[in-house]
C-alpha cells in the first residue's frame, strides 16, 4: 500500500492492485484512460502483468481465453462509458461460452450520472452490464474493494463459469483510507470453484442405460475441455470404448485419431445413436437443438453439466447428471467397475466403415485443392496442418466462415484446450484478442486461422503482438471478401461482401514479419520459417476469389424472402 511517501496510508487503486495480487492474478488485458491509467501503472509496478490493446474488446476477448485456458477469472480493464461498452462485448462472449471473466471498469461520478447531469463519459454502466453479464457488482466505498473482488471472483469461476462486471467509480479509486484498515480489508478467496459430486443414483441411472444401449455415443463439449478433467475422461471412453464425438473446442482433449473418436461419421453417428451422453456440452443450435432428422428422433440423452438448470432446455434428459466433468467421470469410470457398458461391435464396425468412406471421399477433395491455382483455402489449409503436427504444443485460434469450417475439419489436434475458435455465439473477431491471452498464458507459439473478414475485426491488435514481441503467426487465408471475392455489384461502389487488402504489408508497419504465399508450398515455408524463429508474424495466403460458401457450413441461418444472392 501507499508507497514510501506515504507509509501510513492507502488508496482505492493500491486496494484493487493488492486485492488481485492476494488473489493469484497475474495478467491484466486492458486499454488505459481515465480513470484507470493509474491503476495500470500502479499493477505493472506490482509486478503485475499489463497487456494493453488498442481495442477493448480484444482485451476482453483475451481476458476471457484466459479464463478458459486457465480455469482462473481473465481480468480485462476499460475506462468508462465507451470504452466500458467495448469490453462488455468480450464479457458477453464469455458468459454465452462459459469462460470465466472479470471486467473491472471504472465508471464516472454517481452523483452526476444518476441525476443525468451530463458527466464526462456518463453512464449507468451497473445497470447496462447486468443484461450481459453472470453478475454485475459495484464497489462504493474503499473499504469494499476487497470484498467486491472476492463476490466478483467466486461469482465467475463456481458454478458454470460465466462474465462478471465490476463497477468502481473514479472517487473509489481515489479515495484515501489507513493503510492497516484498508490490508485488513481483503482476503483471498478460498476454493472458489469447489467440486461438485453426482449422486450415486444419478451415476447408476446413466450406467443403466449406457449398459442397455446398441449404439451408444459420447459428446465432448468445450466445457469438458474447461474442466481440465483429461485423465477421467480418458479413463472412461477408453474402459467402455463408447465413440465419441468433439465439439470443436474439445477437439485434442483425445488425440484426434484415437480409435474411439467418431469424427469422421459425425452424421452418421448422431442420426443413429441410440443413447447419447453429453459431457460439457449444450444441445443448442450447434447441435441442432437435439432433434430430428440429423438426430434419432429415438435417442435417449444423458447430460453430464455443472449447471442443473441446463437439462431440458431442448430434449428430455433421461439421465441428468450434475456436477463438475471430473468428479461425474471418475463417478461413472468407479460404478462401471463390473464392466456393465460394453459396445457391439456392429455399431463400431458401422462406423468405421463410414469414416472410411468419408476419409476417401474428402482425400479426392483434399487432393485436388493441393495442386489448384489460385490457391484454394483447402490447399493452404493442408500445407498449415502439415506443419502443425511438427508442433504438437502449438495453439490454434481459428475464425471466419469458410476459414472456421474448413480448418476445423483439416486440422486435427493431438493436446487438449489448443483449439480456441467463434465458439457458441459464432462470432467474428475474437481471434487478435484469444491468440495474445493464449501466447501470455501459456508462453506457446501460436497460429490464428483467420479469414480476411474475421481478422479485419481485430486486425489492428497486430501491433499489440509486435509490441509485446509475442510468438504469434497469423494465418489470414484472403479471398478478397465476406465469403468470397467475386461478386459483382449492382452500383459503382464494391459489393456489400467486398474486401481488398494486403495483410502482410501491415505488420510490417510494426516492426513484425510479412509473408504473402500464393502456393500451399509458400504457406509451409513461410509458416515454417515463422515457428522457428519465434517472431510475430503474419502470412497473407491469397485465395481464389472464387472459393468459399456464403456463411459457410451455417447458410441455412439466412433468412429466404425473395432476395436474390449473387
Ligand atoms: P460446446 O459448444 O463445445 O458444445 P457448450 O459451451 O455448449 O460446449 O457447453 C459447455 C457446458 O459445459 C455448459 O453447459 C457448462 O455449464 C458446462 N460446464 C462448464 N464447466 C463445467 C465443469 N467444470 N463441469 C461440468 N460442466 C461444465
Known amino acids: 500500500a501507499g508507497g514510501a511517501d506515504h507509509p501510513d ?10 486485492a488481485l495480487k492476494l488473489n493469484g492474478v497475474e495478467t491484466i488485458y486492458g486499454v ?9 501503472r500502479v499493477a505493472q509496478g506490482a509486478g503485475i502483468r499489463y497487456i494493453g490493446f488498442r481495442h477493448e474488446s480484444n482485451a476482453g ?34 458468459t454465452t461460452n462459459c469462460f470465466p471473466m472479470v471486467q ?17 463519459e456518463e453512464m449507468d454502466q451497473l445497470a447496462a452490464a447486468k443484461h450481459f453479464a453472470k453478475a454485475a457488482y459495484r464497489v462504493h466505498r474503499a473499504e469494499d474493494i476487497g470484498r467486491g473482488l472476492a463476490r466478483a471472483i467466486r461469482t465467475a469461476v463456481s458454478g458454470r463459469p460465466g462474465g462478471v462486471y465490476l463497477d468502481i467509480p473514479a472517487a473509489v479509486l481515489g479515495e484515501v483510507m489507513d493503510a492497516e484498515k484498508g490490508a485488513a480489508s481483503l482476503w483471498p478467496v478460498v476454493d472458489p470453484a469447489p467440486s461438485q459430486l453426482p449422486d450415486r443414483e444419478a451415476v447408476d441411472r446413466a450406467i443403466g442405460l449406457l449398459a442397455n444401449a446398441k449404439r451408444p455415443l459420447v459428446v465432448l463439449g468445450k466445457g469438458a475441455a ?49 443413447v447419447v451422453m453429453l459431457v460439457g456440452a449444450r444441445l443448442n443450435w450447434l447441435l441442432g437443438h437435439g432433434e430430428a432428422p440429423q438426430w434419432n428422433p429415438e435417442a435417449k440423452f444423458i447430460q453430464v453439466d455443472i449447471a442443473a438448470s441446463e437439462m431440458d432446455s431442448n430434449q428430455p ?32 464396425e458401422e462406423l468405421d466403415a463410414r469414416a472410411k468412406q468419408n476419409v476417401e471421399k474428402m482425400a479426392g477433395r483434399l487432393e485436388a485443392a493441393a495442386s489448384a491455382h489460385p490457391m484454394k483455402f483447402l490447399g493452404a489449409l493442408q500445407a498449415v496442418r502439415d506443419v502443425l503436427q511438427e508442433h504438437p504444443q502449438a495453439y490454434v485460434v481459428n475464425e471466419g466462415a469458410n476459414a472456421l469450417d474448413l480448418a476445423r475439419n483439416t486440422i486435427g489436434m493431438q493436446a487438449p484446450r489448443r483449439r480456441l475458435d467463434s465458439g457458441t455465439w459464432g462470432v467474428m473477431g475474437i481471434g487478435m484478442g484469444y ?39 497469423t494465418v489470414v487465408l484472403n479471398n478478397s471478401g465476406v465469403y468470397r471475392g467475386n461478386e459483382a455489384s449492382p452500383s ?64 441455412h441461418l439466412n433468412p429466404k424472402g425473395i432476395t436474390i444472392k449473387q
Not at 474439445?250 to 442420426?271: E, I, M, N, V
Not at 497460429?447 to 489492428?460: L, N, Q, T, W
Request: net charge negative.
Open 61 to 94: 476477448h483475451a481476458a476471457a481465453a484466459a479464463g478458459f485456458l486457465t480455469k482462473k477469472p481473465g481480468i480485462c480493464l476499460t475506462v468508462s462509458a465507451p470504452g466500458f461498452l467495448n469490453g462488455l462485448v468480450g464479457l458477453a462472449n464469455a
Open 492 to 555: 459503382s461502389d464494391p459489393a456489400p461482401t467486398a474486401l481488398t487488402a494486403n495483410h502482410d504489408v501491415m505488420i510490417k508497419a510494426f516492426g513484425g514479419k510479412g509473408y504473402q504465399a500464393t502456393t500451399p508450398d509458400e504457406v509451409a515455408t513461410h509458416l515454417r520459417e515463422a515457428l522457428a524463429s519465434g517472431t510475430s508474424a503474419l502470412i497473407d495466403c491469397v485465395i481464389d476469389p472464387s472459393d468459399g460458401t456464403e456463411s459457410g457450413n451455417i447458410s
Open 9 to 18: 496510508v492507502t488508496d482505492g487503486i493500491h486496494l484493487v492492485v493488492d
Open 435 to 473: 491468440a495474445i491471452a493464449a501466447a501470455v498464458e501459456t508462453g506457446a507459439p501460436i497460429v490464428a486461422i483467420e479469414g480476411d473478414s474475421a481478422f479485419g475485426f481485430s486486425g489492428m491488435e497486430v501491433e499489440t503482438i509486435c509490441r509485446y514481441k509475442l510468438p504469434i503467426v
Open 104 to 120: 473491472i471498469s471504472g465508471s464516472s461520478e454517481r452523483h452526476l450520472v444518476d441525476l443525468q447531469r451530463g458527466d464526462y
Open 32 to 40: 488505459v484512460g481515465i480513470p484507470i491509467t493509474d491503476l495500470a
Open 226 to 274: 474447461y474442466a481440465q478433467a483429461d485423465e477421467q475422461i480418458r479413463e472412461f471412453i477408453e474402459t467402455t470404448g463408447i465413440p465419441y464425438l468433439p465439439m470443436s473446442m474439445a477437439k485434442g482433449l483425445l488425440p484426434d485419431d484415437h480409435a474411439a473418436s467418431a469424427a469422421t461419421a459425425r452424421s452418421l453417428a448422431l442420426r443413429k445413436a441410440d
Open 317 to 348: 434428459i433421461a439421465a441428468p447428471l450434475v456436477g463438475d466433468v471430473g468428479s461425474v467421470m471418475e463417478a461413472l469410470t468407479e460404478r462401471n467397475k463390473a464392466g456393465a457398458i460394453t459396445v457391439p461391435a456392429e455399431w463400431r
